[in-house]
Nanobody, 118 residues
């Protein structure tokens, strides 16, 4: 059974850092492209970052220069390093396998809460 398990969320003060991890199982992970999304309390959703199977990266303008996405194929893990956190970063963060090879998919994790206080 395909599973994506996020971890690393929590509460932090503004200016702090957190590292989120997403462990993917039952997929050929080196072929997976993985995205991080966040859902805000107002129900809006934003694509935060993405890393392709070839390790090409994308970042939303709102996090450029503060967040970094990386992957470790030996551990089937994608990480999101979040620095200089702001209260506006408060959201539930989800990872998603959105592509395997050339084929689009949509496997989601259950999310992890990030709360940034002023």
């Amino acid at each position: 059974q395909v599973q994506l398990v996020e971890s690393g969320g929590g509460s932090v003060q503004a200016g702090g850092s957190l590292k989120l991890s997403c462990v993917v199982s039952e997929l050929n992970f080196p072929d997976c492209s993985v995205a991080w999304y966040r859902h805000f309390p107002n129900d809006q959703r934003e694509l935060v970052a993405r890393i392709s199977a070839e390790s090409s990266t994308f970042y939303a303008d709102s996090v450029k220069g503060r967040f970094a996405v990386s992957r470790d194929n030996s551990r089937n893990t994608v990480s999101l390093h979040m620095n200089s956190l702001k209260p506006a970063d408060t959201a539930v963060y989800y990872c998603k396998v959105d592509q395997i090879g050339d084929i689009k998919y949509a496997y989601w994790g259950d999310g992890t809460q990030v709360t940034v206080s002023a």
